[in-house]
């Protein structure tokens, strides 16, 4: 069984201005150990499914069945999710500066972390962990440093300590929500180095959201393509790079800057994401895909198994075969040009 | 830290300076028969004269400033006009009782408002929400000398027409008899002026606390398993209070100089009441003294604000 099960997730709003669906059927295994990305444009979903799997998202109206070492995320009370979060998910946040309390010190931060799911550690022994930690994740001279407060500390370096705080109750699963995408880029290898240090050590399972996809290459065993609150692809990093199926992940790979070499325009996917209020029943990306056909007008397509690989699922209504797939999407360009040309 | 304390006590004491001068300006602006108010209706203007001469409001103005500022200087601030009763004993009396007053419907206050606050800005928009503020805002539209008279007529009037004789219609009881009669004196006054600035504590409150209850570090604090008891109250109402305290310390700064509505309605001789009778009466040197006063505890209120700013908030630093 893997240490995490997601299976439909649907996670809505009630706004005035209708029902917002924010994620709309997510489905994925995580085990131990192993590192899952999210990947996706803002407003995708992304964030919204993994707070709502530990009761962060408020006012949300979450379906489906998310499975944590048998437990379920989704029925457990208020008291049940309160023993689960930070013990046994840690979490870690995009802004590291907002994330921590800036009128705490990060030794008093990290230590009621540890004291609150543990009450028989003494405040002694928690702070000579809290100062393991800081160093675990390379911050110099971490015993005179816990007595600091966050603003006295770099953006990287604060993260680090976030980092720090999630895993010092070492928890089997750690969502780490675009932890990288406030810092400099010099900074992000090192923080992203810090994560896998402690996973190998730990063996700690992490969800990986980010928009980021140099990061997704970097960290990630298995990638969920998200746009407009559902999954376009599903696949093993490999496959993600160099066998997509799904016209957006393309797109997604296709606006990378390195793709064209030197000297090469950009190219961004065109359009816009759609609202998330009252979707209508269609594929979300049919209006900026360059391949959608009328049946991707009619029907929203479900996730299902692409290249014979189980593994790899994409929701597009391309063919699931290569050859055929390769063959569609040609004559879909071709029909396309020929209609944008004057008669 | 001590440098900007010096600094900040020097601007106060220019204040108290400017603030010595502009009453006393005002003073002598405005039409001044003291002498002859006190010399009664017959009198002569040799008696009239003698008088003036007596208070020493012969002299030319920029003298009697300078006499004032010397003695004040000395920790004389004079003396009073009717009774030649040092000004710096009549505020001595009249301290206490605004002091009893400030002090415990800022305890009154704060608790009411703090907590309304948390509550509304933890449970937003629902049924206990409106009902706090629909319970603030209409005491904070009422007029406190309003308010005054309306617990006046119920709690004592009406009780005492039905042979309840709970409270008393007024004045002060000193602690010297007794904490009992001391409060039972003055919860009535307490009342109206707390449940005033109580629904500006609400207000402020709830807005600062709802600012920070969608921080992410509160967030943050949920992630991490926290009671939500603890969250609210540890990580989010800790940030909330920075403004309440910067606020109180003002209001009640403002206060200790004198609750002239509340003081008046209760007839309750504090310094409010105190420096509103000398005004009736043009006694100048109570008017001044209690002025002085007044702006002085104002002046220090904003100082401590300050300084209780940078140990509430490590990121700020006094310079």
Redesign the interface.
Known sequence: MSLLEIRDLEVSFNTPDGVVRAVRGLSFDLDRGKTLAIVGESGSGKSVSTQSL?G?SRGAHVTGSATFDGIDLLTAD?HQL??????RI??I?Q?PL??????YRVGWQIV??IR??DRSVSKRAARDRAAQLLSMVGIPHAKDRIGD?P?QFSGGMRQRV?IA??MSVEPDLLIADEPTTALDVTVQAQVLAVMRKLQDEMGTAIILITHDLGVVAEMSDEIVVMYAGQVMERASRRDLFYRHHHPYTEGLLASLPAQGGKGTRLSPIKGTPPSSINPPDRCPFAPRCPYAFDKCWRENPLPRVVFGDPSHQSACWLSTDEATRREERARMVASKLSAEEPA | MIRFLIRRILLGILVLWLITMAVFGLFFVAPNNVARTMAGRQATPQTVELIRERLGLDQPVWKQYLDFIWKALHGNLGYDYYYQLPVTHIMAQALPITLSLALGASVIWLIIGVTNGVLSAVYPRSFIDRGLTAFALFFYSFPSFLLGLVLLYFIYYKLTLSGLRWFPPGGYAPLSQGPGQWALHMILPWLTLALVLAATYTRLTRSSMLDVLG???V??????????R?VVLR?GL??ALTPVVTQFGIDLGQLIGGVVVTETVFSLPGLGKTVIDAITRQDLPVIVGIVIFASAAVVTANILVDVAYAL????VRLH
């Open positions: 530990t962060l208020e309160r023993g689960i979060r930070g013990a840690g979490m946040f802004d907002s994330s921590l309390h800036p009128y009621e972390m609150a799911h407060f603003h976030m705080m999630a | 921080e992410d570090y967030r943050t604090a949920r992630s991490k398993g926290l009671s939500e603890r990580h800790r940030s509430l908030d490590p990121r």
